[in-house]
C-alpha cells in the first residue's frame, strides 16, 4: 500500500504545482487535518476542505501568488507519506526557501492527517508575518 500511497501524494503535488486544486482536494479525505507550526498568520490547525481551503488562499495571498515547492523524495510505508521538499515563496518584495518535511497519514487511499516540519520555524515565522 505504500507504493500506491507514495504516487498518490506525488501526484498531489505535481496538480498542486499546475493550479489543479481541485484534483488535490480529491486526494483529501473531507475531514482532513492540517497542521502548521509556529507563530506566523498561516500556522494553526485546520479541519476538512473549507479550512485547509481557506489556508491555500491564504498562503496565496500572502505570496502574492509567487509560492512552489520543490519536492525532492517521497517515502511511504503502508499507510504513512513522507515528503522532503522545498518552500519557495516571496513576500514584500523578499523571495525565500525553506526546507521542509510534510508528513501525511493515508486511509483507503486519501489523506485523512498533514504535519508540516519546518527546518528553521522562527525564520519561517518571520518570514510569513
Known sequence: MGDLNSVIIRKAYEDFAIG???SVFAVFDAGITWHVPGHSPLSGDYTGHDQ???FFQRTMELSGGAFSMDVHNVLAEDDLVVALVTVN???????ASFPEIHVWQMKNGKATDFRE???D???EDQ???
Open 127 to 129: 518570514f510569513w508575518s
Open 121 to 123: 520555524e522562527q525564520r
Open 117 to 119: 516540519y519546518q527546518g
Open 20 to 22: 489543479s486544486i481541485p
Open 52 to 54: 485547509v481551503g481557506g
Open 89 to 95: 515563496a516571496e513576500r514584500n518584495g523578499l523571495s
